[in-house]
C-alpha cells in the first residue's frame, strides 16, 4: 500500500491529471497553503501537535492536502523533522517552526505569496528579512574561480611559478 506521502506525490507531480487539472489542483494547494501559514504566522511560538488527520481538520482541509503541507515545511522545523516518508493519518506531527529557516526557504522556493505575508513584520525585521534574502539569493550564485596563469605564483603557496609547480600536471 502506498504511503501517504506517496500518493501525494503521485497526485500532485505523477501523470494522473492533464496539465488543467494540475493546475486546478496546485491553485487549490497554494491557496489552502497560504491559509495555513497566516494561522501559523500569526502565533509563531505555538508549537502545534496532534495526529495528520486532526491537523487536517484543524486547517479544514484534507489529509492529502495536509501531507503536501508538512513535506513542504519539514525543513523549516526546530531542530527536528516529522516521519514524512512513513506517516499515516494517525501519525503524531508536530509544527514548531523555526521562522528564519522558514522565511529563507520560501525565498528559496520562489513563494513571495508566502514570504511577503503581512504576518512577517511582527515575527522577523525588515532588515534581517532583506538579511535572508540576500543570503539564500547569493547561495543559488556560482561564482567563478580567479584564473590562474602559468606565471602566476602557485596557490599551494610554494613559492614557484604555477607553470613550475601544480601547473605542470594541468
Known amino acids: 500500500m502506498a504511503t501517504l506521502l506517496e500518493n501525494w506525490r503521485n497526485l500532485a507531480y505523477g501523470n494522473g491529471l492533464d496539465d488543467k487539472q494540475r493546475e486546478q489542483l496546485w491553485t487549490g494547494y497554494f491557496t489552502i ?13 505555538e508549537v502545534v501537535t496532534g495526529t495528520v488527520k486532526e491537523l487536517a481538520d484543524k486547517y479544514q482541509t484534507e489529509v492529502l492536502i495536509m501531507t503536501g503541507f508538512l513535506d513542504g515545511i519539514n525543513e523549516s522545523l526546530k531542530g527536528y523533522e516529522n516521519p514524512i516518508e512513513t506517516m499515516d493519518e494517525n501519525t503524531q506531527v508536530k509544527i514548531e517552526i523555526d521562522p528564519e529557516k522558514l522565511y ?63 601547473g605542470k600536471n594541468a
Open 33 to 45: 497553503e497560504k491559509g495555513i501559514y497566516e494561522q501559523i504566522l500569526s502565533n509563531p511560538a
Open 104 to 166: 529563507y526557504n520560501m525565498v528559496e522556493a520562489k513563494a513571495e505569496w508566502l514570504y511577503n505575508l503581512p504576518q512577517w513584520d511582527s515575527i522577523l525585521t525588515e532588515e534581517k528579512r532583506k538579511e535572508l534574502y540576500k543570503q539564500q539569493k547569493a547561495s543559488g550564485t556560482v561564482r567563478k574561480a580567479k584564473k590562474i596563469f602559468p606565471n602566476d605564483p602557485c596557490p599551494c603557496g610554494s613559492g614557484k611559478k604555477y607553470k613550475k609547480c601544480c
